[in-house]
């Protein structure tokens, strides 16, 4: 997988390392680890997001800016900004993005402006769902859980009939998804379901089952499907 991010980044018009700005001010490990991607970076299309900077005390924001910029000037990339930002409260956003939309190149459409995305239906579906179940449990189980398309089938009638697996890797995390008498789940179902049907222009019909299946971190198909080398 790092492998692939490395190589993808070597496609981009531009790139933007996001950093947890806590850790940095908790003094962690991040700042050397830091400094070994910026020894690989390029210089002219690269800029450092500080996220998280509202959860670091107020008057300990500019060390953390000046501990980001000294990491960068070390390695020679004194252009870099370094922008302090809050996704979950959208402070600092408009000025990252308008500095990714500075070195975007102007150039023709790639594909049409009415294509939603050029990722495979199936695989579509799977991010929708796994979407919604990150939304419904928040912090409970964010990285635990996968989401597979097993059936994906155009009915006569024009409607689309999709059957996911959520998958876990304990009982007690299936009942976490589960939810009372399905509560969660069916939330989960009903959400997927409009935002799919949304997408793709037509009626759908989801079906959800919850799955324990605790080595699917270890299954290479869940790699291979997005194009990653799971020995990367």
Known sequence: MVKSAWASYRDADAAVLILDA???YKKSKVISEVAELLSRVRKNDFCVAANKID??????????LALLREALDEEQLNDAPVFAI???HGHGID????????KMPKGP??????????????LLAAEVTREKVFF?????????IAVETTSYKEKDDGSIRITQDILVRRNSQKRIV??????VVKSIGMKS??????????TVHLMLTVKVRQQWKEDKWQYEQWGLDYNA
């Not at 589960?178 to 509560?183: I, L, N, P, S, V």
């Open 22 to 24: 806590l850790q940095v």
């Open 55 to 64: 959860a670091v005390p107020l008057k300990e924001r500019k060390e953390v």
């Open 86 to 88: 809050s996704a979950l």
């Open 95 to 102: 000025s990252l993005l308008d500095w990714v939309m500075e």
């Open 109 to 122: 459409w790639l594909y049409p402006d009415d294509d939603f995305t050029d990722m495979p239906a199936r």
């Open 136 to 144: 419904a449990l928040r912090n409970e189980l964010p990285y635990e």
């Open 178 to 183: 589960t939810g009372r008498e399905g509560a």
């Open 193 to 202: 379901r409009a935002e799919l049907s949304k997408i793709l222009g037509t």
